[in-house]
């Protein structure tokens, strides 16, 4: 497994979203009622110095995929990411979108103060104790992915996911997220990182300042020609949920689809 180097130096502003089950192993009813009140929550993720499609997310920061997050060969503790506030913001975000609700890790940072993260969607739940796959590597880049946002604009998202690849997502939709934005899949783990997104009519005719469809500088990119749509270039969900998202892009089997309101 190859790992590129690293310009993730970003301050996150994080309200996860998600549909489905959330069902995890060992959780109880306080941990699911928490979770599904994040659901459609307003979130943005706000890059200070950039997360760069020329850059993957590498051990230069010491952050390993070859090892669970909880351990010390995962995610050092007091350097790295750990070793500034943009750096644990980071992380809380990694977490959040890697582990289910109801899981911790807890991490110090460089004046040896313990910080405690929380999982929430769970698109990665292995990487907590064991190494993160290439698999886990491509559901780990769309969740990114998804709640990027180079201006900090916080936006209300609703994630869907095929039920294969993202159990704890699912593919059902939600009336109060009506516009499809567009599909987030990729690498960033890999050397060279790969970081891409396709759209949907909500980037085209409604872009939003910061994410797919705007002007500015992007952090991923499009690999398809013409207006990139994912429609034109993406495999759809199964029957009966073939008009909710993507399942497979540009050779990546592990695609989330973002609806906004």
């Excluded at 599904?36 to 943005?44: D, I, L, P, Y």
């Excluded at 506030?85 to 959040?96: D, L, N, S």
């Amino acid at each position: 497994m190859k790992l590129g180097h690293i310009a993730w130096y970003a301050a996150i502003l994080v309200a996860m979203t998600g549909c489905g089950g959330y069902e995890g192993e060992g959780w109880d009813e306080g941990d699911v009622v928490a979770a599904e009140q994040e659901v459609g929550s307003t979130n943005g993720f706000e890059a200070i110095n950039g997360l760069h499609s020329g850059n993957g997310l590498g051990s230069d920061n010491g952050l390993h995929t070859g090892n669970g997050l909880h351990s010390g060969n995962g995610l050092h503790s007091g350097n790295g990411l750990m070793a500034s506030a943009q750096g644990r913001k980071t992380v809380e975000y990694i977490v959040k979108c890697a582990l289910p609700a109801g899981r911790t890790i807890t991490k110090y940072d460089e004046t040896l103060t313990d910080h405690t993260y929380s999982g929430l969607l769970g698109v990665a739940p292995e990487w907590e104790n064991d190494a993160c796959d290439e698999d886990c590597q491509e559901r780990m880049t769309a969740c990114l992915g998804a709640h990027l946002n180079t201006t900090g604009q916080h936006v209300s998202i609703f994630l869907v996911g095929n039920e294969a690849e993202f159990p704890s997502i699912g593919p059902d939709t939600s009336g109060a997220y009506p516009t499809r934005e567009g599909a987030f899949f990729g690498n960033i783990f890999k050397s060279p990182p790969e970081f891409h997104y396709c759209n949907s009519d909500g980037a085209v005719t409604s872009p939003v300042p910061g994410r797919i469809g705007s002007s500015g500088q992007k952090q991923y990119d499009n690999p398809f020609s013409g207006a990139g749509l994912c429609a034109d270039n993406c495999v759809a969900f199964d029957a009966p949920h073939a008009s909710a998202g993507w399942k497979s892009c540009g050779g990546f089997d592990n695609v989330i689809t973002v609806y906004r309101q």
